[in-house]
């Protein structure tokens, strides 16, 4: 039981290079959530999807597109990368949308772009 | 709009003594509150929850918060701090819509032996 996986753990981009963080559950949950952390703040969400086949905007979502797969997999994909992107992305998942759900994290993607 | 403060950068305590970690929020209608913790290089992980009932919530690893309607809290806190308890804690509370959280920046917390 690998719980949430995120591939990759690492990636450099050039500014204008596109990219797609794969994502994956194993714990049979409907929802899943991308976030991205920045030093000093908080997450944000860019894009969540409460059940399979729905994606919603979060609040953070220029620049960015999701693709929920499946009921395990969600992908986050940008699609012209920008030094803004810069930071660590977290794919979550929960058994409910609702956010009385307790939330599982991946391990992360370190991204940076120059 | 719902936010959420963490006033703390950083909180050091002497591994054994009592540790808070405060968190103020702002919200319109019951607030949704919640305590997660990451460790170094790793994603974050749920400690607890107030949604409903008594103040006082207990969580995993020996935590507790109290939830404080009156000056708008949920401090985390723990008797007895443990060196391995070292880690960045982020409080998160509802946001506009039920299916978002709206996350503190998050505060070191950093236990000496």
């Known amino acids: 039981n690998a719980g949430v996986t995120q591939t990759p753990k690492f990636q450099v981009l050039k500014t204008g290079q596109s990219m797609t963080l794969q994502c994956a559950q194993d714990m049979n949950h409907n929802s899943m959530y991308w976030y991205r952390q920045d030093p000093g703040m908080g997450l944000r969400l860019i894009y969540y999807s409460a059940s399979e086949g729905t994606t919603d905007k979060g609040e953070v979502p220029n620049g960015y597109n999701v693709s929920r797969l499946n009921k395990r997999e969600f992908s986050l994909r940008l699609e012209s990368a920008a030094p803004s992107q810069t930071s660590v992305y977290f794919c979550?998942?929960?058994?409910?949308?609702?956010?009385?759900?307790?939330?599982?994290f991946g391990p992360g993607t370190r991204l940076t772009v120059t | 709009a719902q936010s959420v403060a963490q006033p703390e950068d950083q909180v050091n305590v002497a591994e054994g003594n009592p540790l808070t970690v405060k968190c103020t929020y702002s919200?319109?209608?019951?607030?949704?509150l919640f305590w997660y913790v990451q460790y170094p290089n790793r994603g974050l992980q749920f400690l607890l929850k107030y949604i409903t009932g008594d103040n006082l919530v207990k969580g995993s690893y020996g935590f507790e918060a109290e939830f404080n309607k009156s000056q708008t809290s949920f401090h985390l806190k723990k008797p007895s701090a443990l060196v391995s308890d070292s880690a960045l804690y982020f409080c998160a509370v509802r946001g506009d819509s039920n299916y978002q959280l709206i996350w503190g920046a998050g505060t070191k917390l950093i236990i000496k032996p």
């Open positions: 979550a998942s929960s058994e409910g949308g609702f956010v009385v759900y307790e939330q599982y």
């Open positions: 919200v319109s209608g019951n607030p949704y």
